[in-house]
């Protein structure tokens, strides 16, 4: 039987504190054909020097300029998948934690069937190894993607059924070979945030599934590059899931979600402003604005889908 070779991609920007438990939990696992690479994704804080002092046996590619989330996760997936002709890469963040079996229940899941492109697992919250951040994200009929499913829900094993998702965050996900070849990795239009919605859109229209395996399992720290509650996230979480939706939908689908986005921004608007919380007032708004000048300037849209 073929040995499948599979990549593991670390991407750190100045994360240094935070990779000794993600690649020492990778190395830890009981898969016998991986290769763990850290992509230094621009760091100023010697995380280049750290990597290959303290793991000689790890790879480290660097770029000398930060290429955002995508960009970055691009550079390590063009390496893994041409020019080490990897069978899969686990994309995983480096504020994480991981089983010994992650890899291994991920590989295992992922030949169950030729169309199974992305496999995930189960995300817990790391200060509460018990709680479930995510198991997958649920459909919703305006939105495509709704949210997580399990959040804050203590494992009971109640999640311990595999078969397909909806929807799933990118926090740590298999990725096939052929998947890549056919969608060409993310698309750098998203720099943070909705990159992994735009690359499932992608994949189901190629015919590919998301799959989950509950016997993958990792801790996530949560949101340590980005903060998980910044005027940052909250630009990005309000420009690109709707550029997502304008990129891949009709403009008779968008009207209606640009319309919900509008109702949204106003009464998070009118909050932000009882609460003088003027950075994410400001960056709510002109997130949505981004995103519908994207819309005209690509000419997916005009104003009078909006009217």
């Given at each position: 039987?073929?040995?499948?070779?599979?990549?593991?991609?670390i991407?750190s920007?100045?994360g240094k504190?935070?990779?000794?438990?993600?690649?020492?939990?990778?190395?830890?696992?009981?898969?016998?054909?991986?290769?763990v690479?850290?992509?230094?994704n621009?760091?100023?804080?010697g995380?280049?020097?750290?990597?290959?002092?303290?793991?000689?046996?790890?790879k480290?590619l660097?770029t000398?300029?930060?290429?955002k989330y995508?960009?970055?996760?691009?550079?390590?997936?063009?390496?893994?998948?041409?020019?080490?002709?990897?069978?899969?890469?686990?994309?995983?963040?480096?504020?994480?934690?991981?089983?010994?079996?992650?890899?291994?229940?991920?590989v295992?899941?992922a030949?169950?069937a030729?169309?199974?492109?992305?496999?995930?697992g189960?995300?817990y919250?790391?200060?509460q190894?018990?709680?479930?951040q995510?198991?997958g994200?649920?459909a919703?009929p305006?939105?495509?993607?709704?949210g997580?499913?399990?959040?804050?829900?203590?494992?009971?094993?109640?999640?311990?059924?595999?078969?397909?998702?909806a929807?799933?965050?990118d926090i740590?996900w298999?990725?096939?070979?052929e998947?890549?070849?056919?969608t060409?990795?993310?698309?750098?239009?998203?720099?943070?945030?909705?990159?992994?919605?735009?690359?499932?859109?992608?994949?189901?229209?190629?015919?590919?599934?998301?799959?989950?395996?509950?016997?993958?399992?990792?801790?996530?720290k949560e949101?340590m590059?980005?903060g998980?509650?910044?005027?940052?996230?909250t630009?990005?979480?309000?420009?690109?899931?709707?550029?997502?939706?304008?990129?891949?939908?009709?403009?008779?689908?968008?009207?209606p979600?640009?319309?919900?986005?509008?109702?949204a921004?106003f009464?998070?608007?009118?909050?932000?402003?009882?609460?003088?919380?003027?950075?994410?007032?400001?960056?709510?708004?002109?997130?949505?604005?981004?995103?519908?000048?994207?819309?005209?300037?690509?000419?997916?849209?005009t104003?009078?889908h909006?009217?």
């Amino acid at each position: 039987m073929k040995k499948n070779k599979v990549i593991v991609l670390i991407l750190s920007y100045n994360g240094k504190p935070l990779l000794e438990e993600a690649i020492e939990s990778y190395l830890d696992n009981d898969y016998k054909h991986f290769e763990v690479v850290v992509i230094d994704n621009g760091s100023t804080d010697g995380t280049k020097e750290y990597v290959e002092k303290n793991w000689p046996g790890v790879k480290l590619l660097r770029t000398e300029v930060n290429l955002k989330y995508s960009g970055g996760f691009n550079f390590g997936l063009q390496y893994a998948f041409e020019e080490q002709n990897a069978d899969y890469v686990l994309i995983t963040n480096n504020d994480v934690k991981a089983d010994s079996r992650t890899i291994s229940a991920l590989v295992e899941a992922a030949q169950k069937a030729d169309n199974i492109g992305f496999v995930t697992g189960k995300v817990y919250y790391y200060d509460q190894p018990l709680v479930l951040q995510t198991v997958g994200k649920s459909a919703d009929p305006v939105y495509w993607r709704g949210g997580h499913i399990g959040n804050k829900v203590e494992d009971h094993g109640q999640f311990d059924r595999e078969g397909e998702l909806a929807w799933c965050d990118d926090i740590f996900w298999l990725v096939k070979r052929e998947l890549y070849e056919k969608t060409g990795g993310y698309d750098t239009e998203f720099q943070f945030q909705a990159e992994d919605f735009d690359w499932q859109v992608r994949a189901k229209k190629a015919g590919y599934k998301i799959f989950y395996a509950p016997k993958a399992k990792i801790w996530h720290k949560e949101s340590m590059t980005i903060g998980k509650s910044s005027a940052f996230k909250t630009y990005y979480d309000a420009r690109n899931p709707l550029i997502v939706h304008l990129k891949h939908r009709s403009p008779t689908e968008v009207r209606p979600i640009m319309h919900r986005q509008l109702n949204a921004l106003f009464w998070s608007s009118a909050k932000n402003l009882v609460k003088l919380k003027w950075a994410y007032l400001s960056a709510n708004w002109r997130g949505f604005l981004s995103a519908l000048s994207w819309g005209l300037k690509n000419r997916k849209i005009t104003l009078k889908h909006f009217i």
